[in-house]
């Protein structure tokens, strides 16, 4: 079973992706105190989340031409779950629950959208 190429596709990208998440605690252990990694540990996190919300967030145009309110079809549910992230946030400090209930607002209101309730 191993000697199948998928297999061993999928055994080298494990290894890979595990070896690019060990190595920079493996390489930078003694230098656990620089300021450097301090300020990287600090103010990195937030950046990233930033540049995941406007990625997100790219295709939300709610205003129209004639500057008049208007949401297209997963428009609304993607405010609304956003919105829905970051009150849990600020209410819980529970970075995994507000995602994943974020996630699975928006998921569930897309789903239902298609349907006739």
Avoid: E
């Avoid at 400090?93 to 897309?110: E, F, H, K, P, Q």
């Amino acid at each position: 079973m191993l000697n199948d190429p998928v297999w061993q596709l999928i055994i080298v990208c494990a290894l890979a992706t595990f070896a690019t998440r060990v190595l920079p605690f493996v390489a930078l252990y003694r230098q656990a105190d620089h300021p450097l990694i301090i300020h990287l540990g600090r103010y990195l996190p937030p950046a990233v989340m930033l540049i995941l919300v406007i990625y997100a967030l790219r295709d939300l145009r709610p205003l129209t031409p004639d500057q008049t309110l208007s949401f297209d079809a997963n428009g609304l549910p993607l405010l609304i779950a956003s919105l829905t992230v970051a009150a849990l946030h600020l209410w819980r400090r529970n970075a995994l629950l507000s995602i994943g209930l974020g996630t699975a607002s928006y998921m569930l209101m897309v789903q239902l959208s298609g349907t006739n309730l």
